[in-house]
């Protein structure tokens, strides 16, 4: 594949704000004159959304980890096929609401899924494709729980424990440590206002840095 748009990916546990922040950064590229498409995970195709659905469903509780893991790889393949590589190659830019990073963090942090078998499903769906920059807005779980849990009842994976989020959190931060250049931790546990500059400074160096 040539790739020349850019991907960029949102990440965090629930209600962490990828949803609010992505359309801040959006708006922030379209004012660069870029191409947008924005994008979810898992979803964003006709098949994907139907994988969605079974995946997210209160009353599918007890599907195997190892299942869970494969739908949402199976998710993900539709996705590149039909949304993702097709825009990249367009020269559009792809903003996806969690990718793989959320993988290694929910099914490998909050499930204990090996994270050598996450890898070797990540190479054998992506190839060599991975984001060009994740921001990962990152808060303490008591209050992303609180933030989604005011908006609608809860889906399988916001009826699992705190310590299932706890496992999630720590995860994604390990996920920054490892990769700190790709990988751009935003403090979300302010104002939507604060988070919104954060994430727009992120963007910014991002172009400055050649990301264009
Ligand atoms: N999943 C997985 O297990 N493995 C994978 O590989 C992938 C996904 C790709 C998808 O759910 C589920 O799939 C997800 C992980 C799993 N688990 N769950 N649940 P989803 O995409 O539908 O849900 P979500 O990702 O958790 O999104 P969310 O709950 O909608 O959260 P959000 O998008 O980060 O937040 P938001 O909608 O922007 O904001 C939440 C609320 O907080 C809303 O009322 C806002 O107005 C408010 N908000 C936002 N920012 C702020 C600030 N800064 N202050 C105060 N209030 C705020």
């Not at 190659?89 to 499930?111: H, I, K, S």
């Not at 959190?169 to 996920?175: G, K, V």
């Amino acid at each position: 594949m040539k790739k020349k748009g850019r991907f960029i990916t949102l990440e965090g546990i629930e209600g962490a704000g990828k949803t609010t922040q992505l359309a801040v950064v959006r708006h922030y590229l379209e004012q660069q004159g870029i191409n947008v498409l924005t994008t979810r995970e898992p979803g964003g195709s006709p098949i994907g959304e139907r994988i969605r659905a079974l995946l997210l469903d209160p009353t599918g509780q007890g599907m195997a980890a190892t299942t869970e893991m494969l739908l949402l790889f199976a998710a993900r393949a539709e996705h590149l096929l039909h949304k993702i590589r097709p825009a990249l190659e367009q020269g559009t830019w792809v903003l996806c609401d969690r990718f793989t990073d959320a993988t290694y963090a929910y099914q490998g942090g909050g499930r204990g899924v090996d994270l050598e078998q996450i890898a070797m499903l990540e190479d054998y769906v992506q190839g060599p494709l991975r984001p060009d920059l994740t921001l990962l807005l990152d808060l303490p779980v008591a209050s992303g729980l609180t933030r989604a849990g005011e908006r609608s009842a809860p889906d399988r994976f916001e009826s699992e424990a705190e310590r299932f989020f706890e496992g999630v959190r720590a995860r994604y931060l390990a996920l920054a440590e490892l990769y700190p250049q790709r990988v751009r931790l935003i403090d979300a546990g302010v104002s939507v206002e604060q988070v919104s500059l954060q994430v727009r400074e992120q963007i910014a160096a991002f172009l400055a840095g050649g990301g264009r």
